[in-house]
């Protein structure tokens, strides 16, 4: 399939292939399934990621805020897909130097993530380092700094200590 096609790609770091194969396998969702779908949406999900990799980043929130209307639409407010899309826009408003908006779209990814998964789970954890790196950026050190340590202490205990996520946000921490 042309989805499993992309996920090759960018596992080899070719994003501007995998971009590719995500387009035509988009074609075929909206022709098979339509735009109000789930599945669809994952492909703009998909399609966004890529443009993200490739620095294209109005793009990427462009494909990004395209899912996020379908999941709430198709699957509602509280789904973790939906967390997942608002967290993907939190990032790019982030890059973007756009810190007050990516903190709110943290904040609605964690509200439904909390809800979905707890506190001790690693995309929660996840959500809790982005949000605690903007903070930081804001100013409001104090605040990310503890954010940044309850991501770093939860992926430490449910990832391990190789994670490469969890090095990532360490290195945040050490910012």
């Known amino acids: 399939t042309y989805n499993g096609m992309a996920n090759c790609c960018v596992g080899q770091g070719n994003h501007q292939r995998a971009l590719e194969f995500n387009e035509r396998a988009l074609q075929i969702r909206l022709a098979v399934l339509g735009e109000e779908h789930p599945d669809t949406a994952s492909n703009y ?9 490739l ?3 109005d793009k990427a929130l462009e494909y990004y805020e395209r899912a996020l209307k379908i999941y709430l ?13 608002y967290s993907n ?5 982030e890059t973007q130097g756009k810190y007050d908006k990516a903190l709110g779209s943290f904040e609605r990814a964690l509200k439904i993530k909390l809800a979905a998964y707890g506190e001790q789970h ?5 959500t809790k380092g982005g949000m605690g790196g903007v903070l930081c950026k804001l100013g409001r050190k104090a605040e990310g700094k503890a954010l940044l340590e309850e991501c770093v202490n939860v992926m430490a ?6 994670h490469p996520n969890l090095e990532f946000y360490r290195g945040r921490l050490a910012e």
């Open 157 to 162: 205990a449910e990832l391990g200590e190789g």
């Open 45 to 53: 999900n998909n399609i966004a990621n890529c443009h993200d990799a």
């Open 89 to 93: 826009i939190a990032n790019i408003y």
């Open 73 to 85: 639409a198709m699957v509602g407010e509280q789904h973790p897909d939906t967390a997942m899309a």
């Open 55 to 57: 620095g294209s980043h």
């Open 122 to 126: 690693p995309s929660t954890a996840m």
